[in-house]
């Protein structure tokens, strides 16, 4: 188990090399509200349309490195965070299943082992997700390091922070542990929780609808077409619902770390669904939300099948 563990955790870091810039998208749409004719800051355009907006914008001001920040955070911390992820699952789900009494409980088994394996991740993926939006959302203060930026020669001082390493040390130096760096776990925990808990119940779903139709016997394995279609379909519809969950969790952080696109300050998850809702209606909460889908299915899928 755990070597198989290791591969998919190597699997889902290859997967990032791919969807990274997708991931960037998503958490620059989402801490941004809905665009407004002639939204500027700083003589930066943030009027993102959507996905492919973010990505061409952030390209034609940062270049690809605009495209990766926070990537160096995801390859030292999400191996071994994917391996207590899907180490402690499959232990909380055998012992579960062992303890059931029949087929009527896989459902309550794979939501709740899919919810106790995100608590012990985050433990790891907290800060590891705090350095990496806060590095994603930083846009480049001054009009004239637009094309320093593109040639990696951009004044320092003109972001938050210089990269991962220097964005920990400053978190835990001016906020400390449970304040700044270990703040988040509970909105993290509130995403990430329900995201993993309902895409292992549809993954099994899936899985085993893909075995009656394949007429696939309990102890042989699907084939990867299925496999494949199960594991995208599963990371498609939990990264679709659990969606306005991520921005009001991206929000939080980022908001923290003094590098939120507006002056309000939210009071908690529920605050902050309620006033993107108030002011910018269901559209507003699933802000970002093609990207995550863009992003999670595809990286679901590799980190699950290799």
């Not at 909380?92 to 991740?121: C, D, R, W």
């Not at 906020?175 to 700044?180: D, F, I, K, N």
């Not at 699907?222 to 009001?248: F, K, N, Q, R, Y």
Request: hydrophobic share 40%; charged share 15%; glycine share 8%.
């Amino acid at each position: 188990m755990l070597s198989d563990a290791l591969g998919s955790a190597t699997a889902g870091v290859i997967s990032r090399l791919i969807t990274h810039p997708l991931d960037t998208a998503k958490a620059r749409l989402q801490s941004t509200e809905l665009p407004k004719a002639g939204t500027t800051t700083n003589g930066l355009n943030v009027s993102y349309r959507g996905p492919l907006d973010v990505l061409r914008q952030t390209y034609h001001v940062e270049g690809i490195r605009g495209l990766y920040r926070g990537f160096d955070a995801i390859l030292i911390g999400g191996t071994p965070g994917t391996m207590i992820y899907l180490c402690s699952y499959e232990l909380i789900k055998k012992k579960m299943q062992a303890n059931s009494i029949g087929e009527e409980e896989n459902f309550v088994t794979h939501f709740s082992a899919g919810i106790l394996a995100e608590t012990l991740a985050c433990l790891i993926y907290v800060p590891v997700d705090v350095v990496k939006e806060r590095l994603q959302v930083q846009t480049i203060l001054n009009e004239s390091d637009k094309l320093s930026a593109r040639t990696g020669h951009c004044n320092t001082k003109s972001f938050h922070y210089r990269n991962s390493w220097d964005a920990l040390k400053q978190i835990v130096s001016k906020e400390g542990l449970s304040q700044g760096i270990y703040k988040g776990y509970g909105a993290t925990l509130a995403s990430f929780g329900p995201f993993s808990a309902l895409y292992f119940v549809s993954y099994e779903q899936f899985k085993h609808f893909a075995k009656e139709v394949t007429e696939t016997s309990k102890n042989e394995d699907l084939p990867l077409t299925a496999l494949v279609l199960s594991s995208a379909s599963a990371g498609a519809i939990a990264s679709w619902i659990t969606s306005p969950l991520d921005l009001a969790k991206l929000r939080l952080q980022i908001q923290r770390g003094g590098v939120t696109q507006t002056n309000l300050t939210y009071n908690g998850m529920w605050h902050c669904l309620r006033h993107t809702y108030t002011k910018s209606g269901v559209q507003g909460l699933f802000r970002g939300a093609g990207a995550r889908v863009l992003h999670f299915a595809p990286a679901m899928t590799i980190t699950m099948t290799c």
